[in-house]
Nanobody, 120 residues
Framework: QVRLVESGGGLVQAGESLRLSCVAS????????MAWYRQAPGKERELVAT???????LHSEFVKGRFNISRGSAGNTVHLQLNNLKPTDAGVYYC??????????????WGQGIQVAVSS
């Protein structure tokens, strides 16, 4: 059974940084595509960044140059470095994984989500 557990969220001031981590248990490894999504209050969930099983990294336009997704050495961990945070970045961040290696929008498995709050 696959389980994804996020950590690293919290409250920061605008311009500060956070590092989110997601640890996957079960059959998830560096052969699976993994991603971070976020959902702000009253808005739909949106894709933030993906790292595929082949190591291809995709960042959404609204976070390019500020956020960076990476995979831990163990392969079943994915990090999201959030720099220069803005109040509009606030929301619940979700880790997701896919059974496929090349999924651009992983969605087979989900974490419970972690809150990121940014004060102005």
């Amino acid at each position: 059974q696959v389980r994804l557990v996020e950590s690293g969220g919290g409250l920061v001031q605008a311009g500060e940084s956070l590092r989110l981590s997601c640890v996957a248990s079960g059959s998830i490894s560096n052969a699976n595509s993994m991603a971070w999504y976020r959902q702000a209050p009253g808005k739909e969930r949106e894709l933030v960044a993906t790292i595929t099983g082949g190591g291809v990294v995709l960042h959404s336009e609204f976070v390019k140059g500020r956020f960076n997704i990476s995979r831990g050495s163990a392969g079943n961990t994915v990090h999201l470095q959030l720099n220069n945070l803005k109040p509009t970045d606030a929301g619940v961040y979700y880790c997701a994984a896919d059974k496929l290696a090349a999924a651009a929008r992983p969605n087979d498995y989900w974490g419970q989500g972690i809150q990121v709050a940014v004060s102005s």
